[in-house]
C-alpha cells in the first residue's frame, strides 16, 4: 500500500467497503474524486451525510422516507384497501417502476431465517397485522420471493393474516418475451403449479 | 453419448493436456499417483458437478494456481457440444455450454450421463447410510436434474430448521411459547413438503433401478444368489401422493417432539433415509466375501448403466477406476458381454496385462505419467 499516500489509502478502503466495489473499482473511484473539483466532492460528502441523517423509515409502510409518513402512503389518490408486503425497499422501488399497482405497500425489512437469528419478532410484523386489520382493507398481497426463507415467511404472513383478510400471493412463472424451451425446469414446474382457467376478458 | 475430446488445464497434477478419444473403449495405463483417476474425475465432474474425492474446488485446482479448467466436446445423438468449467480456489464455479455461460446448475447437468465404478464403491456395501444415499441422490440427479434443485432446498430447510431447534434448546427446558411453536410449525411443514419430494423421487428412481440390479445380481453370480434391495425411508409411507407423505411426515415429528427439543436438532426427514443392500436374506454387509460384495457392486453399476441409457435415450459412458483387475477372468468378461460396444468405457491400470486379450484388441491405450498423457 507504499503507492497510495494515507489519505487517499483511506478512501479507497472505505469505498472499498461498498456492495459490488473490489480494489480496482475503488482506487478508480478514489482517483476520480481527487480530480474533481472541491465544490463536487464537498456536494458528495454532505449528500451522503444528509441521506444518512435524514432518512429513516415510514412509521406507516417501513419504506424508506426522509418523513414520518412516505409520499406514498400520504397519496390521496392510491388504493387503500390493497397492501402490498415485500421484503425490503428496492422490491418497492421495482414495483413502483411498472406503474400497475396502485395501493399501499409493506416492508417486512427481511424474511424468517433462524440461521441468521431473524424470527417474525425482528420484521415488521406486528404493525403490518395492525394495518391489515383495519375496516378498509381487503386484500393483502405478499410478493416475497421464493426462496426457502421466503416461502416460509409466506406462510407465517397467510396463517396470520387469513382470518381477518384476503390473502393472495403474486404468481411465479415465465418471463415475457421468453420462450417455453428456454425456461428451467423449476421454473416451469412453478409456472404449471400456478396455472389458471383460461377466462373471456 | 461419446466423449471425443476433453482438454485438462491447470486441474489437479494436469498443467495442459488435451485427449482425443478414438475407440469406444480407452485404457490408461500408469503407475500410482500419475493422473489417471484425475482424469475419470474430471469426466465425472462433466457429468455431475460433483467429485466423489472432494468437495472443496481447491483440491481440483493446480498447486499454485488460481484457477483451472475442464473443456470437453461430446457427441450425442442429435448434435455436438461444448462443455466447460472453469474451477477456482476461491469463488464459484463458472458453467458454460457451447461457449454460453450457464446461470444455473441445473442446465449444465445431464449433458453428459456417466457411471463411475471405483474401488471406494465397495463401500456402498460396507460403509455407513450416507454413502448409499449420496449414491442413490447422485443417481437421481443424472435422470431428473431438478432432483438437484431439490435436494438443495431440502438442506436448506433443514439447516433452518436446526437453527431454530438449536436456539429453542438454548431456552432451557421451559415450554415454548405460543410464537415459537408457531415457528417451529412453519419449519416442520417444509420440511414435510421438501422431504415428501425427496423421499418419492428416491423411490421412484429405486423402484425401477432394482429389478434390473437383480437380474444383473442373478447373471454373475451364476443365480446363487438372491438380491434384495429395500428402500427404508426415516418416514415410512405407503401411498404415492404428496398430501399423503406430508402427513406421514407431520405424524412421526410430533411423535419425536421431545426427542428433537432435547437433542436440538431434526431427527425426522429424508436425511436418515437407509438403502438396504440383502443378499440372500443377510445384510450384504455382513455377508459373503469380497468378492460376493464386489459382485453386488457390479451389479449395481450395470443396473445404473441400462437404467440411464434407458431414461435419456442414450447408452451413458462408464468410468472403471482401477477395478477391473480386481475382478475375476468371468466377471471381466461378464461386464464386457454387458458393455458390448455401446458405451464408451474409459478404464485405469497399472498393468496392461491384466487385461483380457478380446479387451486390448478393441481398445485404445494411453500411457499416464506425472500428469502427460501420451500413446501407449
Known amino acids: ?51 444518512k441523517k435524514q432518512v429513516g423509515f415510514c412509521q406507516t409502510c ?63 410484523v406486528q404493525p403490518l397485522v395492525r394495518r391489515a386489520s383495519f375496516p378498509e382493507v381487503e386484500e393483502v398481497i405478499l410478493a416475497i420471493s421464493p426462496s426457502v426463507e421466503g416461502e416460509t415467511t409466506t406462510l407465517y404472513l397467510g396463517q396470520l ?23 428451467d425446469e423449476v421454473t416451469l414446474a412453478r409456472a404449471l403449479e400456478g396455472r389458471r382457467e383460461l377466462v373471456n376478458s | 453419448m461419446f466423449l471425443r475430446r476433453l482438454h485438462l488445464r491447470q486441474f489437479r497434477n494436469y498443467t495442459d493436456q488435451k485427449v482425443q478419444f478414438e475407440a469406444q473403449k480407452t485404457i490408461l495405463v500408469g503407475n500410482n499417483a500419475q493422473g489417471k483417476s484425475n482424469l475419470l474425475e474430471a469426466v465425472e465432474l462433466l457429468a455431475t458437478l460433483n467429485s466423489h474425492r472432494t468437495s472443496r ?122 410464537g415459537e411453536k408457531m415457528q417451529l410449525a412453519l419449519w416442520d411443514s417444509q420440511l414435510a413438503a421438501n422431504g415428501s419430494r425427496v423421499t418419492r423421487r428416491r423411490a421412484r428412481v429405486l423402484g425401477r433401478l432394482v429389478p434390473i440390479a437383480q437380474e444383473w445380481h442373478r447373471l454373475i453370480s451364476g443365480a446363487k444368489e438372491q438380491l434384495e434391495i429395500h428402500y427404508t425411508p426415516n418416514v415410512p409411507w405407503t401411498q404415492d401422493n404428496p398430501e399423503q407423505v406430508q402427513q406421514a411426515f407431520l405424524s412421526k415429528i410430533e411423535q419425536r417432539r421431545t426427542a428433537e427439543k432435547y437433542q436440538g436438532r431434526t431427527v425426522v426427514g429424508t436425511h436418515r433415509d437407509e438403502i438396504e ?11 459373503g466375501s469380497q468378492g460376493q460384495q464386489r459382485t453386488l457392486v457390479l451389479a449395481l453399476k450395470l443396473a445404473e448403466l441400462k437404467l440411464i441409457e434407458e431414461v435419456i435415450g442414450e447408452p451413458p459412458l462408464l468410468l472403471l477406476d482401477d477395478v477391473l483387475a480386481e475382478l475375476d477372468p468371468n466377471r471381466q468378461n461378464q461386464l464386457l458381454e454387458a458393455i458390448q460396444g455401446r458405451f464408451q468405457t474409459l478404464i485405469t491400470a497399472t498393468h496392461i496385462n491384466a487385461f483380457d486379450a478380446q479387451w486390448l484388441n478393441a481398445s485404445q491405450i494411453f500411457s499416464v505419467a506425472a500428469g502427460e498423457v501420451s500413446n501407449f
Open chain 1, 161 to 183: 393474516l387469513r382470518p381477518f383478510v384476503r390473502v393472495t400471493q403474486i404468481a411465479f412463472g415465465l418471463p415475457m418475451g421468453g420462450d417455453l424451451e428456454y425456461a
Open chain 2, 277 to 287: 443392500l440383502v443378499i440372500n436374506n443377510t445384510p450384504a454387509r455382513a455377508y
Open chain 2, 57 to 178: 474446488d481447491r483440491d481440483l485446482v493446480q498447486n499454485e494456481q488460481t484457477t483451472g479448467q475442464i473443456t470437453a466436446t461430446v457427441e450425442r445423438k442429435h448434435s455436438t457440444i461444448e462443455l466447460g468449467i472453469l474451477l477456482r480456489k476461491q469463488g464459484r464455479r463458472t458453467l458454460k455450454l457451447n461457449t454460453e455461460t450457464l446461470r444455473r446448475q441445473m442446465e449444465f447437468l445431464g449433458q453428459v450421463n456417466a457411471v463411475q465404478f471405483s474401488g471406494l464403491d465397495l463401500d456402498l456395501v460396507r460403509g455407513g447410510p450416507e454413502i448409499r444415499r449420496n449414491w442413490l441422490d447422485a443417481l437421481v440427479i443424472q435422470l431428473e436434474p431438478v432432483y438437484a434443485y431439490i435436494l438443495q432446498q431440502y438442506n436448506q430447510v433443514l439447516r433452518q430448521r436446526n437453527a431454530l431447534l438449536r436456539r429453542l434448546k438454548q431456552e432451557e427446558m421451559r415450554s415454548l411459547s405460543e
Open chain 1, 62 to 124: 417501513f419504506h424508506l422516507s426522509a418523513d414520518k409518513t412516505c409520499p406514498i402512503c400520504r397519496d390521496q389518490q392510491r388504493d387503500n384497501k390493497t397492501i402490498c408486503v415485500v421484503t425490503d425497499s428496492r422490491d418497492v422501488i421495482a414495483l413502483e417502476k411498472t406503474r400497475e399497482y396502485h395501493g399501499k405497500y409493506h416492508v417486512l425489512g427481511g424474511v424468517i431465517s433462524p440461521m441468521d437469528g431473524i424470527g417474525p419478532d425482528q420484521l415488521n
Open chain 1, 1 to 51: 500500500m507504499t503507492a497510495y499516500t494515507p489519505p487517499l489509502a483511506r478512501l479507497i478502503e472505505q469505498l472499498q467497503k461498498l456492495p459490488g466495489v473490489g480494489p480496482k473499482t475503488a482506487q478508480r473511484l478514489a482517483l476520480h474524486i481527487l480530480k474533481q473539483s472541491e465544490d463536487d466532492v464537498e456536494a458528495l460528502a454532505q449528500a451522503i451525510l444528509a441521506a
